[in-house]
C-alpha cells in the first residue's frame, strides 16, 4: 500500500496552497460578512487550471485525477469553503454530467464554452421542495412537443446557477412514467438565455454566505430534444452517479474546513496564557487537539481511499458516503472544540473560529444528508452479506 502521492498530484496540492494562503484567506472575513461572490479569484483559479481540473485536455481542461483534485479541494476550502464550494460544484456537480454522459458534439460544445470559451460556470439542478433525497418526488415536468422539451417547475437551493459567469444547468425533469409506475426522470441541458428559465434572488444563509445558491423557475422553457443528457429515462442512475463523485469532494472540502479549525485551535492553545502558563499545557487542550489532529487524519485518509478508488475504476460509492459522513462530522466536531479553546473570543464574529462553525453544519446536508448516506452505507454492507449467504441481494426500499 502506497501512500505517496504522485508529483502531478503534489503540484495541484501545493498550486491551491498557495493560491488559498495569498489570494483568498486574506478576504475570506470580508466576504463572508459582504456575502459577495469573489468573481476575480474564481477568474484567477480558471487561469491556474483549477476550475477545470478533471476536465480532459481535449476539451481545455487541465486533465488532473480525482486524487489531485481533492487535494487541491481541501487547500482551497481551507481558506473559504463559500470558494471551495463553488469549486467543487462546478467540477463535481455541473461538469462531471456533462463529461461522463453527454455526447461528444456536447461535450465539445459546453466543456469547451465552461473552460476553453473561459471562465465560465455550469450548474446541477436536482433539488426541490419534495425532491432531494428522495429524487421520485422531482415535480419538475418536461414534455417533448415538435422536437423540443417543453419544461415547467421550478428548483432550489442550487449553486452557481445564478452569478454573471453561469453558462448554464443541467437539470432533472420527470418526463414519464415507466412500466413499473415510478416517474421516468432524465437529465436535459438548459443553457443559461433560455427563454422562460428564469433565477430567482440569493438566499440569506448561515454559512457560504460568499458563493451561490438560488431557486430556479422554468414557465414553458424550450430546449431542443438534442439537449438530452444521455438516454432518456436514465436520469435517476446519472444523478447516482454524479453524488458519488460529489460526496467524496464535499468530504474533501470538510477537511479543509476542518484543518482550518485546528490551525487555528493550535494557534490559540500556543498564545494565550492563563494561570501563568500556556493553556496548550493543560491536559485538557492537549486531549481537544489530540482529538482533532486523530480525526482530520482519518477523514482525510478515507476521502483519498475514495478518490483513488475511483480513479482507478472500482466502486466507491460506500467509500464516498463514508467519507463524506465522517468528514463533516469531524469538522462539525473541529468548529466546535476550536471555538471552546477560543473561549468568549471564539464567539465573536470578528474570530475565523466564529465563522468556520456557522459554516461546518451544511456539510451533512448537502450532497445528501447523513441520514441518506448512513443509509446508502448499511445496505451496502447488508447487500454485500447477503450475497455472500445467500446468492442474492436485498433489493432498495
Avoid at 412514467?177 to 430567482?200: F, K, M, N
Avoid at 429515462?233 to 463523485?245: I, N
Wanted: proline share 4%; aromatic share 8%.
Amino acid at each position: 500500500m502506497n501512500f505517496d502521492t504522485t508529483p502531478e498530484q503534489r503540484k495541484w496540492r501545493e498550486l491551491a496552497r498557495e493560491f488559498a494562503r495569498d489570494e483568498i484567506a486574506p478576504r475570506a472575513a470580508r466576504l463572508d460578512r459582504e456575502q459577495r461572490f469573489p468573481y476575480d479569484i474564481i477568474e484567477k483559479m480558471a487561469d491556474l487550471g483549477l476550475m477545470g481540473l478533471t476536465i480532459p485536455e481535449e476539451y481545455g481542461g487541465s486533465g488532473g485525477d480525482f486524487v489531485g483534485y481533492n487535494l487541491a479541494l481541501e487547500e482551497i476550502s481551507r481558506a473559504d469553503t463559500s470558494v471551495g464550494i463553488t469549486m467543487e460544484a462546478h467540477i463535481s456537480l455541473g461538469c462531471a454530467p456533462l463529461l461522463n454522459f453527454g455526447t461528444q458534439q456536447q461535450k465539445e460544445r459546453y466543456l469547451g464554452e465552461i473552460i476553453q470559451g473561459g471562465r465560465r460556470l455550469w450548474a446541477f439542478g436536482l433539488t426541490e421542495e419534495n425532491a432531494g433525497t428522495d429524487a421520485g418526488g422531482t415535480e419538475t415536468t418536461a414534455e417533448l412537443q415538435g422536437g423540443e422539451w417543453v419544461i415547467n417547475g421550478s428548483k432550489k437551493w442550487i449553486t452557481n446557477g445564478g452569478t454573471d459567469i453561469t453558462a448554464g444547468v443541467t437539470i432533472i425533469a420527470r418526463t414519464g412514467t415507466r412500466g413499473d409506475g415510478r416517474p421516468e426522470l432524465t437529465a436535459i441541458i438548459v443553457p443559461q438565455d433560455t427563454p422562460g428559465y428564469t433565477r430567482g434572488p440569493g438566499y440569506e444563509k448561515t454559512g457560504w454566505r460568499a458563493s451561490d445558491q438560488r431557486p430556479l423557475y422554468f414557465r414553458d422553457c424550450r430546449v431542443p430534444e438534442e439537449n438530452t443528457l444521455g438516454e432518456r429515462g436514465r436520469g435517476f442512475r446519472q444523478f447516482l452517479s454524479t453524488l458519488d463523485g460529489g460526496r467524496v469532494a464535499v468530504g474533501a472540502l470538510s477537511v479543509g474546513l476542518a484543518q482550518a479549525c485546528f490551525d487555528e485551535a493550535l494557534r490559540r492553545a500556543r498564545s494565550r496564557r492563563q494561570f501563568g502558563r500556556p493553556i496548550s499545557e493543560f491536559q485538557a487542550i492537549q486531549f481537544k487537539l489530540a482529538d482533532m489532529a486523530m480525526e482530520i487524519e482519518l477523514a482525510r485518509n478515507m476521502v483519498l481511499k475514495a478518490a483513488w478508488l475511483k480513479d482507478q475504476g472500482r466502486p466507491f460509492s460506500r467509500e464516498a458516503s463514508m467519507a463524506k459522513v465522517f468528514a463533516s462530522e469531524t469538522a462539525k466536531r473541529a468548529a466546535d472544540r476550536a471555538v471552546q479553546i477560543w473561549g468568549g473570543e471564539g464567539f465573536m464574529e470578528t474570530n475565523a473560529v466564529a465563522r468556520y462553525w456557522r459554516q461546518v453544519k451544511i456539510n451533512e446536508i448537502g450532497e445528501g444528508t447523513s441520514e441518506i448516506n448512513r443509509q446508502i452505507i448499511a445496505r451496502s454492507l447488508l447487500q454485500e452479506e447477503a450475497g455472500h449467504t445467500a446468492g442474492e441481494k436485498i433489493p432498495a426500499q
